[in-house]
């Protein structure tokens, strides 16, 4: 049984109706910052690390981990939604804007569509109007420390206003695409956009009954 499938078979949770504007619906809220990824975690050498952007654009780079440190710095507190039904209100990230981030390495894409990849060959699609706004970073640090490994260090992107599969843990890869192809997850039954407000959790059919998996996960 995939994961959307094991999401649909279990209880949705009640959202108190005083969160009914800060919380979606179906979720859970949690002060803790519960740990899901596919695969195992990547140990890295940040002097071999890189990002590369390429597809639909005018010239592909390769970006080192220096090379975005030295680029304008931004802190966001935003509040994070799991297609697992857990949210977490007050995340504060520090990173690069991914505005901020075209406008420094010069790049003007030519499509309206990006296919992010990571390593553990992760891929999540997403609108380019997604990724233009102010509260989205390309994240080292939250809390005020470096990422840990189990949640994206040395980077990640932070998309808070879609479901947190989307905020891509050890980002490599920002390629543009001429289609809204779908990518790992939403090849397995997720949802192509995912607006927790929307509950666009799942491809095709209503809103099934979700899992609570998550409670059963590492935290930190």
């Known amino acids: 049984m995939n994961k959307a499938e094991r999401i649909k078979r279990t209880r949705v949770p009640a959202v108190d109706p005083a969160l009914s504007k800060r919380l979606p619906p179906g979720q859970a809220l949690t002060e803790r910052f519960p740990i899901l990824h596919e695969g195992e975690v990547p140990d890295y050498d940040l002097e071999k690390w890189d990002l590369k952007v390429f597809g639909a654009v005018d010239r592909e780079i390769v970006v080192t981990y220096e090379q975005i440190m030295k680029m304008p710095q931004t802190s966001v507190t935003v509040d994070i939604h ?63 420390k470096p990422l840990t490994d189990k ?66 996960k590492d935290f930190d």
């Open 82 to 144: 799991c297609v697992t039904r857990w949210s977490r209100f007050d995340n504060t990230f520090t990173g690069v804007k991914f505005s901020d981030f075209l406008k420094e390495v010069g790049i003007n894409p030519n499509s309206k569509y990006v296919m992010l990849h990571a390593d553990q060959d992760y891929t999540a699609n997403l609108e380019l109007s997604d990724l233009d706004r102010d509260d989205v970073l390309l994240a080292h640090s939250f809390e005020g």
């Open 151 to 216: 949640h994206g260090w040395p980077l990640r992107l932070v998309v808070p206003h879609l479901y947190f599969w989307k905020s891509v843990k050890w980002i490599r890869g920002i390629e543009f695409i001429d289609e809204n192809k779908p990518g790992f997850w939403e090849k397995n039954g997720f949802h192509i956009n995912g607006d927790p407000f929307k509950e666009e959790r799942f491809s095709g059919e209503d809103l099934p009954i979700p899992e609570d998996e998550w409670e059963r």
